[in-house]
């Protein structure tokens, strides 16, 4: 199936632990992004990476790391978790060199810090 | 700043009804609009606008752009309860900019 796949689906731990969440894309585009959506459903874009570089990098804290091995693929690392951070985060990816904004989601993980 | 304003934020209906959504927008370089409809995971693709005055259509759901007015509208025809969710709108200027998107419940 052509998609974007983001694992694990559900992840809760324990404040202070550091975590990863993998994203995946074959669809062949050539950017990727990192999304948060809180409780109040609001969706805020927190990183993107073009051709595996850094071009959004919003204000997040220096806890959250992107790392992009190639542009298949977009990890998101999460240090010293605190409260806060519990929210569904979302993968997404787009072909921006071929002028498309339509961005294409995977299915969100859902994290909860306890 | 950059920003996307969605009303209503909440809304309410009946199946059959006929229901209109709204984005306004202020974006630097606007590029085009994006609506997207987020039920109980992730946003899935709806339209994408760049023109104004050229309503895109799919089934039930239609949306046209006004780039003079800058705001967009989201209607649809004779809901049903599927179509309850949040309607999210997005807008590429120099960023992307998201809204606070609109939740619809569609009641039998």
């Known amino acids: 199936d052509t998609a974007v796949s983001q694992t694990p689906k559900y992840l809760v731990t324990q404040m202070g632990n550091d975590k990863s969440i993998k994203c995946e894309q074959n669809l062949g585009h050539d950017t990727m992004y990192w999304y948060k959506q809180d409780s109040k459903k609001f969706l805020k874009i927190m990183f993107s990476?073009?051709?595996?570089?850094?071009?959004i990098n919003e204000t997040v804290p220096n806890r959250f790391s992107p790392k992009s091995p190639d542009k298949a693929h977009l990890n998101l690392h999460i240090n010293s978790l605190e409260l806060g951070d519990s929210a569904v985060y979302f993968c997404a990816s787009t072909l921006l060199s071929g002028g498309a904004d339509t961005q294409y989601f995977g299915p969100g993980t859902r994290l909860t810090v306890l | 700043e950059d920003k996307v304003v969605q009303s209503p934020l909440s809304l309410v209906v009946h199946e059959g009804d006929t229901v209109t959504l709204n984005c306004s927008y202020e974006?630097?370089?606007?590029?085009?609009l994006l609506w997207y409809k987020q039920e109980k995971k992730a946003p899935t693709f709806l339209f994408m606008l760049t023109s104004s005055g050229i309503e895109k259509k799919s089934g039930r759901l239609s949306s046209i752009l006004d780039k003079k007015e800058l705001f967009s509208i989201l209607n649809i025809t004779a809901t049903q309860t599927g179509d309850s969710a949040v309607y999210l709108c997005a807008v590429r200027g120099r960023k992307l900019i998201w809204g606070l998107g609109t939740s619809l419940a569609v009641n039998p």
């Open positions: 974006v630097t370089n606007f590029r085009s």
């Open positions: 990476y073009n051709n595996k570089e850094l071009i």
